[in-house]
């Protein structure tokens, strides 16, 4: 009898837990707004190129596309996205008749990459909370 009500207690106490971390987490998306996690970085292969240009002074197109294993098209419709919201810069050159495209972030990249790591921080604060 007494192990069947430590049981039900320790449930409750799970439950009251889950539901306050839920409520952090509500509070937060209230708080920061639907808006603040930024969607175009949050895509996969986004993510990556300003991840790799976060690291990097500049990639070429060929270190893009071997870095995230994916194809010519993946990384030159992504980077032309990044490349519209200004998150990256696009340089084109020859070297000798070979074509060579390099990548490089920029300041509003570098922030928006901090500010969407902070975003993403923060939830995990939230719903790892005790």
């Known amino acids: ?20 971390e839920l409520t952090q987490v509500r509070g937060l998306a209230q708080k920061t707004g639907p808006t603040a996690l930024d969607r ?24 893009l ?6 194809t010519d098209g993946n990384v030159s419709v992504h980077a032309r996205k990044l490349e519209e919201a200004q998150y990256i810069t696009c340089t084109k050159s020859f070297d000798g008749r070979i074509p060579r495209t390099e990548y490089r972030l920029t300041a509003a990249g570098r922030r928006a990459l901090e500010g969407y790591l902070d975003h993403m921080e923060a939830l995990i604060q939230a719903v790892r909370a005790p």
């Open 40 to 63: 175009l970085i949050h895509e996969r292969i986004r993510l990556g190129i300003v991840s790799a240009l976060a690291v990097n002074a500049s990639l070429s197109f060929n270190d």
């Open 1 to 20: 009898m007494v192990v069947k009500q430590q049981l039900i207690s320790q449930e409750r106490q799970r439950r009251t837990r889950r539901a306050r």
């Open 65 to 70: 596309k071997k870095l995230l294993n994916t």
